[in-house]
């Protein structure tokens, strides 16, 4: 069974310019998750989906971060415009149960740096 | 809201030691919790999931317990090695979604 995926893997840009992540879960896992890691801590979650529905985006700075989920399937999470304490690691992650709760399997990350 | 705290931040134990690591969570009304490894720019593999209705679950060398009342679980690596070094994570999730709060992780250091 293939993991989760997840392009690129790295990438630098300026403040102020935009950014986007893709990530494709494992097949068939019904909820979707976006985390922000910054060095030294844990994840926090930016986004959850369930389906292409939207669950949770409490924590999403919605003025510049967007996300969607795409027939229910693959996601992207864009940045625009970026600023410098958006320098983190962005995680994807699937469960195959739907609602939560379910066992997280993560993706390889994107290291963003923003200068 | 749920707060998950890992104590040590940081830990070096010799080869073939067996080690405990700790995490405290708030909100004892958990669904599950899980623990998770991290290698340096790597994401997150997860190693064990205990549902609330357990006590412990096991993975070859690895043991976590779970003890909702007192809010901690430890994970327990016997006999440890190199290849072990790494940043540990637990999370538990919270909220009517569920959603997953981590500790900021114990990075361990076995050395050969």
């Known amino acids: 069974e293939a993991g989760v995926a997840q392009s690129p893997r790295y990438k630098i840009i300026e403040k102020r310019q935009s950014v986007a992540f893709w990530c494709n879960p494992i097949?068939?896992?019904?909820?979707l998750y976006w985390y922000q890691q910054i060095l030294g801590q844990g994840p926090k979650l930016l986004i959850q989906?369930?389906?292409?529905?939207?669950?949770?985006d409490s924590q999403l700075p919605k003025d510049r971060f967007s996300a969607e989920r795409l027939k229910g399937v693959d996601s992207t999470l864009k940045i625009q415009p970026a600023k410098l304490e958006d320098s983190a690691v962005y995680l994807c992650?699937?469960?195959?149960?739907?609602?939560?709760?379910?066992?997280?399997?993560f993706g390889p990350g994107t290291r963003l740096t923003v200068l | 809201k749920q707060e998950v705290t890992q104590i040590p931040a940081a830990l070096s134990v010799p080869e073939g030691e067996n080690l405990v690591l700790n995490c405290s969570f708030t909100?004892?009304?958990?669904?599950?919790l899980q623990w998770f490894r991290q290698d340096p720019g790597k994401g997150l593999t997860s190693l064990l999931l205990?549902?609330?209705?357990?006590r412990e679950q096991t993975s070859g060398r690895l043991n976590a317990s779970l003890d909702k009342s007192s809010g901690r679980s430890t994970l327990y690596i016997a006999a440890s090695q190199p290849g072990d070094s790494a940043t540990y994570l637990c999370?538990?999730?919270?909220?009517?979604?569920?959603?997953?709060?981590f500790g900021s992780g114990t990075q361990l250091t076995v050395l050969p």
């Open positions: 992650a699937s469960s195959r149960i739907a609602g939560g709760g379910g066992e997280q399997f």
């Open positions: 097949s068939g896992h019904a909820t």
């Open positions: 205990i549902q609330s209705s357990q």
């Open positions: 999370a538990a999730p919270s909220g009517s979604a569920r959603q997953l709060t």
């Open positions: 909100d004892s009304a958990i669904y599950n």
């Open positions: 989906f369930q389906n292409n529905g939207v669950v949770d």
